[in-house]
């Protein structure tokens, strides 16, 4: 496959032959981990270097094994420990970074626009692991290729996104690229915690949960991100579960086959009951997580393609 740019920085611009590639990259290697056969010599040589200002346990761990899998050499950068507590910039950083010869790097970063910079300054293929409450495209990737996998395709679907839209950069990625792809897509929450261009962004806007629900083919859940707000955005965290949390009564509007999903980490009681989450047939949230590392080795697999073709 062919994929266009050196960087994945976002879903949005994306055409949807590439995405298609992507994904159906992906579910190469879902397979192929499920074989057992997951050691590869396609990164052997190339240094990926996870670089993490934020913590994320789950991306993380899921980006090194992806590119351990591959045969890369994986380094984690922990910024806590890192120069950049001691005042060394961004920008100082690409500079440390490009001196270290590295090829592939994964950014997360609490401002929108990190990574973006960041793959201005440096020499390697960059990753946008999240970046503030703009994007993160793997996640949205991985929630794509999980639905595909249990619905058969993606145009068509009615995919209602509930919880925190407003601080979410897994909801815009996923809103960029199930739109681009034909879905139909609905968000659903509280007037303080749906964005103003939500309407623009082409899916429809749902302040009342089982409505927002009523005939949905897929569930996505969010967390409420409490560091992200000012005060008085929510009323307390009964009080959201009552309204706004994914129970039996609410999940009973959505289709009999549709599917609960979750980026995680979970707020229990908060947005999503644990009856759900852990429901043997309706919840696909662990196997979200088993298509991140599938995903995030076709994007590594194919941003390493142009590297050589850069050589």
Known sequence: MTYPRKHLLAIEGLEPPHIADLLDLAESYALLNRSGKTQRDLLKGRTLINLFFEDSTRTRTSFELAGK?????????????????????????ASTLNAMHCDLLV?????????????????????????????????????ALTIRRHKGRLEGLIVAICGDIAHSRVARSNMHLLTTMGSRVRVVGPPT???????????????????GLAGADVVMMLRLQRERMSGGMVPSAREFFRFYGLNAEKLACAK????????????????????????????????????GVACRMAVLDVLARGLRRNV
Do not use: W, Y
């Not at 086959?257 to 229990?268: E, F, K, L, T, Y």
């Not at 852990?278 to 949230?285: E, L, N």
């Open 69 to 93: 899998r591959l045969g890369a050499d994986v380094i984690n950068m922990s910024v806590s420990t890192s120069s950049v507590n001691k005042g060394e910039t961004l920008l100082d950083t």
């Open 107 to 143: 950014v997360r970063h609490g401002q929108s626009g990190a990574p973006s910079l960041l793959s201005q300054k440096v020499d390697a293929a960059v990753i946008n692991a999240g970046d503030g409450t703009h994007e993160h495209p793997t996640q949205a990737l991985l929630d």
């Open 193 to 211: 915690l749906i964005p103003a261009e939500a309407a623009r962004l082409g899916v429809e806007v749902f302040h009342d949960m089982k409505a």
């Open 256 to 291: 009999p086959d549709s599917i609960v999903m979750h980026p995680g980490p979970m707020n229990r009681g908060v947005e999503i009951d644990s009856a759900i989450a852990d429901h043997p047939t309706r919840s696909v949230i662990g196997e979200q997580v088993e298509m």
